[in-house]
C-alpha cells in the first residue's frame, strides 16, 4: 500500500505561471509534512515542510497548503522561473520514527 | 562545504559480488539514514541509525543487505551477492539529532549502483 500518493506525474509550465502538486497521504499518524527539490545527480534538498497544526506556510515563493481532514496537502510555487525545473518530492513522516515516506516525485519543467 | 558525502558516487558491480557503500554524515548529526531511489520513484526508505545504534531497519529488502554505523559517525551499507534488481541510487541522509520528526534530513549525492 503506498502510505503518500502524488500528482501529477510531470508538470510543464511558462515562467510566471503557478504550478501546484498534490499529495494524499493514508497514516493519520504522520505529523511532519516537508516537500524535497532534487536536480538531476544530485540529492534531494528540503525546500518547505509543515506540520498539521496549521493550514499553510509559506517561504518566498513557496507555499504549503495542508488539508487536515482530507489527508492532503500541496506545493505551490509563486511567480515558476527555469531554475525551478527539477523533481519535486512531498514526503511524510510521524513522531518519533525518523524515517520519510516519499512520493513518487513530480518533474516539473518551467519554460522560459 | 560540510555537507553529507558519499563514496563511491558509481559503483558498477557483477552479479553476485558484494559491494559496500560509505556515507559520512554533518559532523555533530546523531541521526543516519540509508534510502533506495529506483529511476523515475521517491527515496525509500532502508534503515536509520541514532548515533552507533540501528533503531529501525524494517526497510532493509534482504538478509543481504546490512549497514553499520560503529562509532557514531561514518556508516557503511554493504550488499553481498548483488542482484540485477538492487540496481539504484543509494542515498544516505543525515539529521541534528534523534527522536521527533521535526528535524530536517540533509541528504547526500548518492551513490548509483549498477549491478551487471
Known amino acids: 500500500q503506498q502510505q503518500v500518493k502524488q500528482s501529477p506525474q510531470s508538470l510543464i509550465v511558462q515562467k510566471g505561471g503557478i504550478p501546484i502538486i498534490n499529495c494524499a497521504y493514508e497514516?493519520?499518524?504522520?505529523?511532519?509534512f516537508p516537500w524535497y527539490q532534487q536536480f538531476p545527480g544530485k540529492g534531494p534538498a528540503l525546500l518547505i515542510a509543515i506540520r498539521p497544526d496549521v493550514s499553510e506556510k509559506k517561504e518566498g515563493r513557496f507555499t504549503i497548503s495542508f488539508n487536515k481532514s482530507a489527508k492532503q496537502f500541496s506545493l505551490h510555487i509563486m511567480d515558476s522561473q527555469p531554475g525551478d525545473s527539477a523533481t519535486y518530492f512531498c514526503a511524510a513522516s510521524g513522531a518519533n520514527a525518523g524515517k520519510s515516506t516519499f512520493g513518487d516525485g513530480t518533474t516539473l519543467t518551467v519554460k522560459p | 562545504g560540510a555537507g553529507v558525502s558519499q563514496s563511491p558516487r558509481y559503483k558498477v558491480a557483477k552479479r553476485g559480488q558484494d559491494v559496500a557503500l560509505r556515507c559520512d554524515p554533518i559532523?555533530?548529526?546523531?541521526?543516519l539514514f540509508w534510502y533506495q531511489q529506483a529511476l523515475g520513484q521517491g527515496p525509500e526508505f532502508l534503515t536509520y541509525?541514532?548515533?552507533?545504534?540501528?533503531?529501525?531497519k524494517s526497510g532493509l529488502p534482504s538478509d543481504r543487505f546490512f549497514a553499520e554505523r560503529p562509532e557514531g559517525s561514518v556508516s557503511t551499507l554493504k550488499i553481498q551477492r548483488t542482484q540485477q534488481e538492487d540496481s539504484a541510487v543509494y542515498l544516505c541522509?543525515?539529521?541534528?539529532?534523534?527522536?521527533?520528526?521535526?528535524?530536517?534530513?540533509?541528504f547526500g549525492p548518492g551513490t548509483r549502483l549498477t549491478v551487471l
Open positions: 559532523s555533530g548529526h546523531v541521526s
Open positions: 541509525f541514532q548515533n552507533e545504534a540501528q533503531l529501525d
Open positions: 541522509a543525515s539529521s541534528k539529532t534523534g527522536g521527533p520528526s521535526y528535524n530536517e534530513q540533509f
Open positions: 497514516n493519520t499518524a504522520f505529523d511532519y
